[in-house]
């Protein structure tokens, strides 16, 4: 039987990418900041696989954009003022029209600090997120955060303020936006227990936060909020939606192969972390093991801190 389970996992790990990511430059630096076109009207900043620090200045998660005659949707906006005042100046690239409305896929700071600098020139944008993430920033969390990234950013993120979302959803809702209807899904406990996807069914593209993740350890820089069997499922009803473009939370914007990578890297890692502890090895003793399963993925940035995540696998086996 273990050596069934684990070719099983061999398996899955050999299985080849369904397709290839959009011819998508992704940036190794805030210089290389770039507005790219998935499709028509529909755009995506692509931020750098790294953490939060001085350099970056917190640009280091995907911000979607939908363009129309009535003006702009953004799909998170950054993790500071500084991000998100660069990002409306890309958007001024292909448009003159005002922001209407910005959607939190979820409460981590990489996703909605930047609300900062659209507030500031939008007064009156909405600015969307599930209920959860709301309450959750309410109750001291926002705080947090921006603790956490005036730190790591060694201050280079000086004025960047509390914004937080103004319009609390549930998911299942459709949102009129700039002349545009936005499908809101929220499946439960996966990455965070506040994530929503955003459909933009006119152009058949989902804005799936960071559900799916490409070029990077799947939940590792924040393990302690994720649910990796509530993230598998979630990662599948994106794949069960009538979509053709997936906008990852961070790496490059794809077709199916980018959800399916993401699922992937979840399935081999819960399979492997529940197998090793069914053998009866502790967290810190199956590290490398695990890793070895996931080899596939050992070019993908935060790999070597693969423990982390395994630890917090560990307790949800457990």
């Known amino acids: 039987m273990k050596n069934i389970t684990r070719l099983v996992i061999l398996c899955l790990a050999v299985l080849s990418f369904a397709g290839h990511a959009h011819n998508v430059t992704l940036p190794k630096a ?28 917190a640009f280091i998660s995907n911000s979607g954009i939908v363009v129309s005659d009535e003006g702009v949707v953004i799909i998170d906006t ?9 990002l409306l100046k890309k958007i001024t690239e292909v448009t ?6 910005v959607f939190n896929t979820h409460l981590h700071g990489d996703h909605w600090l930047g609300n900062a600098a659209i507030r500031k020139a939008y007064p009156d944008a909405r600015i969307y997120a ?20 005036m730190q790591a950013t060694d201050g280079t993120i000086e004025g960047t303020q509390i914004v937080l979302p103004d319009t609390a959803l549930k ?3 459709t949102i009129e936006a700039a002349g545009k209807s936005f499908n809101i899904h929220h499946t439960g ?14 152009r058949k593209t989902l804005f799936a936060g960071d559900i799916v ?18 993230q598998i499922s979630a990662v599948e009803y994106a794949l069960e939606l009538p979509v053709d473009i997936y906008v990852p939370g961070h790496g490059p914007t794809g077709g199916r192969e980018i959800p399916e990578a993401t699922k992937r890297f979840l399935q081999i890692l819960y399979q492997s972390v529940q197998r090793y502890y069914d053998e009866g090895l502790a967290d810190f003793e199956m590290r490398d093991q695990v890793a070895d399963d996931l080899a596939e993925f050992s070019d993908w940035s935060g790999f070597d801190q693969i423990g982390r995540l395994v630890s917090f696998v560990y307790q949800q086996v457990e």
């Not at 900043?45 to 939060?52: D, L, R």
């Not at 070029?215 to 994720?226: I, Q």
């Open 189 to 202: 406990h996966a990455h965070t227990d506040n994530d929503i996807m955003i459909e933009y069914p006119q």
């Open 130 to 149: 599930h209920e959860r993430a709301i309450e959750r920033l309410q109750n001291g969390e926002a705080e947090q955060w921006l603790d956490i990234f």
């Open 78 to 86: 950054g993790g500071s003022l500084q991000i998100g005042e660069m």
């Open 213 to 230: 993740i490409y070029g990077s350890t799947v939940s590792g820089a924040r393990p302690e909020d994720f649910s990796a069997t509530g």
């Open 96 to 101: 003159d029209k005002p922001v209407i409305a």
């Open 171 to 173: 998911g299942g809702e």
């Open 30 to 57: 805030i210089k290389d900041m770039s507005l790219q076109k998935v499709t028509d009207n529909v755009y995506v900043v692509h931020g750098i696989h790294a953490m939060p620090d001085k350099d970056n200045q």
